[in-house]
T-cell receptor
């Protein structure tokens, strides 16, 4: 069975700081990787996804993530965060049935 | 709004009562998923449907839980004899699948969830 680890449970940054959120997964087969975001009071939304091809994927709002197969990692990055990025971020792994396995989430707080 | 909708948004019930939640997926999506999310955790998979067929159920889905998607459109999740441990956010998501949209995996679109509180 697959599992996902998000090491940073709570991250506090000032605006314009750079962000990197860690995500590691365990699964022996081909995986599809996702980052979802949940803004306060809103439902889960897809930030970006990796299925195949270029391991560096770009998502909405300036976010990007890099798939490193040898490290079983899919870390999320943003060079300069904004107050509006305050949200909870979930890494997820999908397999051939598209069933998703989520990490426990990282709560990001950005202060002006 | 053409997104995934869920009703009710909040449900408070007493232990031992039965509850039913409804999910209306995006109209052209033939896959429908149910997840449960508790405080401080990510969503956990419960079950999914392809059209009206329930293809997989998690071990989290005890005998008290049942899900249906009778006509391949909306779905219901029923919990019988609720327990306090059932208190959680129940999320529904929908997506296309390879039969409709090709072999690549497809994004799941989530609804706002139904928050269940069992007293």
């Amino acid at each position: 069975a697959q599992s996902v680890s998000q090491h940073n449970h709570h991250v506090i940054l000032s605006e314009a700081a750079s962000l990197e959120l860690g995500c590691n997964y365990s699964y022996g087969g081909t995986v599809n990787l996702f980052w979802y975001v949940q803004y306060p009071g809103q439902h889960l939304q897809l930030l970006l996804k990796y299925f195949s091809g270029d391991p560096l994927v770009k998502g909405i709002k300036g976010f990007e993530a890099e798939f490193i197969k040898s490290k079983f990692s899919f870390n999320l990055r943003k060079p300069s965060v904004q107050w509006s990025d305050t949200a909870e971020y979930f890494c997820a792994v999908g397999t051939n049935t598209d069933k998703l396995t989520f990490g426990t989430g990282t709560r990001l707080q950005v202060f002006p | 709004d053409t997104g995934v909708s869920q009703n009710p948004r909040h449900k408070i019930t007493k232990r031992g009562q039965n509850v039913t939640f409804r999910c209306d997926p995006i109209s052209e999506h033939n896959r429908l998923y149910w997840y449960r999310q508790t405080l401080g955790q990510g969503p956990e998979f419960l079950t999914y449907f392809q059209n009206e067929a329930q293809l997989e159920k998690s071990r989290l889905l005890s005998d008290r839980f049942s899900a249906e998607r009778p006509k391949g459109s909306f779905s219901t999740l029923e919990i019988q004899r609720t327990e306090q441990g059932d208190s959680a956010m129940y999320l529904c998501a929908s997506s296309l699948d390879y039969v409709v949209a090709g072999p690549s995996p497809h994004e799941q679109f989530f609804g706002p969830g139904t928050r269940l509180t069992v007293l």
